[in-house]
């Protein structure tokens, strides 16, 4: 099976803009999550999608949304940038059956100027 | 109030050493727990996973050894070597209000010194 794959891999953006990433979970997973990542930090919890709904949502402002489609990919969007957004955007992916383990993408380079 | 507990933080050690990183969890619903490792500019990759019905797994170097009484966990890497040079995750997964939820430590950066 393909692993989680999320487009683009790199972007640029300057302060005030807005930017759609992009998930694709793997074949037969329902649940598709994202997190981001700064340098030394953690994985801070975005939100969580299943079956087109949102599940979980951690602390974030307004400005970061998501949606998943009927196929299960997701995209997430962050409108009016800021600097501090720049970080590494992760995607992962599970079943939504119980009792395992999410898979995680390559991830997203944001740079925010 | 943090989930899951991780340190120590970041770890310098040996090649031919053996590396542990601990972590702790506070629900009694979790039930399966991965740990994951990542190297720079890449997304975490899964490495090896327990269930709370087994004490210890092993998978090549790197073993983990889980204690349910304490609600503790831990990863030990045998014979590190600069490769393994990386940051560690673990996790802590379970139906927690009708969903089933993930919870990461903070992570420890791993230095194998040559």
């Known amino acids: 099976k393909a692993g989680v794959t999320q487009t683009p891999r790199y972007l640029i953006k300057t302060r005030g803009q807005q930017v759609t990433l992009s998930c694709s979970p793997i074949?037969?997973?329902?649940?598709v999550s994202w997190y981001q990542q700064t340098p030394g930090q953690g994985l801070q919890f975005l939100f969580e999608?299943?079956?087109?709904?949102?599940?979980n949502k951690g602390n974030f402002p307004g400005r970061f949304s998501g949606r998943q489609f009927s196929n299960s990919r997701s995209e997430m969007n962050v409108s009016t940038l800021e600097l501090g957004d720049s970080a590494l955007y992760l995607c992962?992916?599970?079943?939504?059956?119980?009792?395992?383990?999410?898979?995680f993408g390559p991830g997203t380079r944001l740079l925010v100027l | 109030q943090q989930q899951v507990k991780q340190s120590p933080q970041s770890l310098i050690v040996q090649k031919g050493g053996i590396s542990i990183i601990n972590c702790a969890y506070e629900n009694t619903a979790f039930d399966y727990f991965p740990w994951y490792q990542q190297f720079p500019g890449k997304g975490p990759a899964l490495l090896i996973a327990?269930?709370?019905?087994?004490s210890e797994k092993k998978e090549g170097r790197f073993t983990i050894s889980f204690n349910k009484s304490a609600k503790q966990f831990s990863l030990h890497i045998m014979d590190s070597q600069p490769g393994d040079s990386a940051t560690y995750f673990c996790a802590a997964t379970g139906v927690v209000y009708n969903f089933n939820k993930f919870y990461f430590g903070s992570g420890t950066k791993l230095n194998v010194k040559p």
């Open positions: 992962a992916s599970y079943q939504g059956g119980g009792r395992e383990t999410q898979y």
């Open positions: 074949s037969g997973h329902r649940s």
């Open positions: 999608y299943f079956s087109e709904t949102q599940r």
């Open positions: 327990i269930r709370p019905d087994v």
